[in-house]
C-alpha cells in the first residue's frame, strides 16, 4: 500500500487532524493526532488505527504497523519534548 493511500484513508476513517506514515518495505509507523485519542486508552487508540487498514493486513500489503497516537495538545507538547530531526 502507498503511504499517502494510508494516510488518507486514517486522516477520513478517524477525522485526524495530523497523520504521519514512514514505511519500510511492508513495515509501517503511524503517528496519528486526532480529538479521537482523547479519554480513551492505548489498546483502544491502536485498535482505531488497526480498524482500516485490516484489509490490507489481512492481504499482506501490510505486515507490521507501529503506532504512536496523541491528541492535538499531547502532539504539541511532543513536539516540544521532542523535535523532528
Given at each position: 500500500?502507498?503511504?499517502?493511500?494510508?494516510?488518507?484513508?486514517?486522516?477520513e476513517?478517524?477525522?485526524l487532524?495530523?497523520?504521519?506514515?514512514?514505511?519500510?518495505?511492508s513495515?509501517?509507523?503511524?503517528?496519528?493526532?486526532?480529538?479521537?485519542?482523547?479519554?480513551?486508552?492505548?489498546?483502544?487508540?491502536?485498535q482505531?488505527?488497526?480498524a482500516?487498514?485490516?484489509?490490507?493486513?489481512?492481504d499482506?500489503?501490510?505486515h507490521?504497523v507501529?503506532?504512536?497516537?496523541?491528541?492535538?495538545?499531547?502532539?504539541?507538547?511532543?513536539?516540544?519534548l521532542?523535535?523532528?530531526?
Amino acid at each position: 500500500m502507498e503511504i499517502k493511500q494510508i494516510e488518507q484513508l486514517l486522516k477520513e476513517q478517524l477525522q485526524l487532524a495530523e497523520v504521519y506514515v514512514r514505511a519500510e518495505g511492508s513495515h509501517y509507523a503511524v503517528t496519528a493526532v486526532g480529538n479521537c485519542f482523547a479519554d480513551v486508552s492505548r489498546v483502544k487508540q491502536q485498535q482505531m488505527i488497526y480498524a482500516p487498514l485490516m484489509s490490507a493486513i489481512a492481504d499482506g500489503s501490510i505486515h507490521a504497523v507501529s503506532i504512536k497516537a496523541f491528541t492535538p495538545e499531547q502532539w504539541r507538547r511532543e513536539k516540544l519534548l521532542n523535535p523532528p530531526v
